[in-house]
T-cell receptor
Framework: KQEVTQIPAALSVPEGENLVLNCSFTDSAIYNLQWFRQDPGKGLTSLLLIQSSQREQTSGRLNASLDKSSGRSTLYIAASQPGDSATYLCAVFSGSARQLTFGSGTQLTVLP | DAGVIQSPRHEVTEMGQEVTLRCKPISGHDYLFWYRQTMMRGLELLIYFNNNVPIDDSGMPEDRFSAKMPNASFSTLKIQPSEPRDSAVYFC???????????FGDGTRLSIL
């Protein structure tokens, strides 16, 4: 059974810092990995999707990397802003389960 | 483009009552997913449909839960009878193709008293 772990559970940084969120998964037989953002009381917004054949994806100040063999992904946020404050969720689409398995998220607070 | 639309946004009801949650997926999407989010268990997949057909309902916690998708633009998740432990946020998501990005609705926050 696929398990997804995110570290740290919570992170607080001053505005302008670069930061890294970590995600690990137990079964490397994945189709893709997605990073989502969730604001309080809202649904999930897809930020980046990395196919299993890719190593990284970039969107603006966000860069996500994937190392399938080691079961790890990182989300790098450059020059953080207070508007980046949210919970960030990692999810893997597993070949065996044919479904998304989510981590428990990292709650990010960017202080002005 | 309209996103995934869920209703109601909030539902408060008493234990034992029937609860029906509704979802309208993005037009043209052929996959629809129902998730439940709680503090204790995070986000869990309950059931998903492909072309209106239920494919995997192994995440449905009990027989009290049922889901239907009568057509490509509408799905319901029903709980009967409801219990306090069903209190959670229920999300619907849709995608074009099973491995493509899933688009989530804003969820229904359900409280069972």
């Amino acid at each position: 059974k696929q398990e997804v772990t995110q570290i740290p559970a919570a992170l607080s940084v001053p505005e302008g810092e670069n930061l890294v969120l970590n995600c690990s998964f137990t079964d490397s037989a994945i189709y893709n990995l997605q990073w989502f953002r969730q604001d309080p009381g809202k649904g999930l917004t897809s930020l980046l999707l990395i196919q299993s054949s890719q190593r990284e994806q970039t969107s603006g100040r966000l860069n996500a990397s994937l190392d399938k063999s080691s079961g790890r992904s990182t989300l790098y946020i450059a020059a953080s802003q207070p508007g980046d404050s949210a919970t960030y969720l990692c999810a893997v689409f597993s070949g065996s389960a044919r479904q998304l398995t989510f981590g428990s998220g990292t709650q990010l607070t960017v202080l002005p | 483009d309209a996103g995934v639309i869920q209703s109601p946004r909030h539902e408060v009801t008493e234990m034992g009552q029937e609860v029906t949650l509704r979802c309208k997926p993005i037009s043209g999407h052929d996959y629809l997913f129902w998730y439940r989010q709680t503090m204790m268990r995070g986000l869990e997949l309950l059931i998903y449909f492909n072309n209106n057909v239920p494919i995997d309902d192994s995440g449905m916690p009990e027989d009290r839960f049922s889901a239907k998708m009568p057509n490509a633009s509408f799905s319901t998740l029903k709980i009967q009878p409801s219990e306090p432990r069903d209190s959670a946020v229920y999300f619907c998501a849709s995608s074009l193709g099973g491995v493509q990005p899933q688009h989530f609705g804003d969820g229904t926050r359900l409280s069972i008293l």
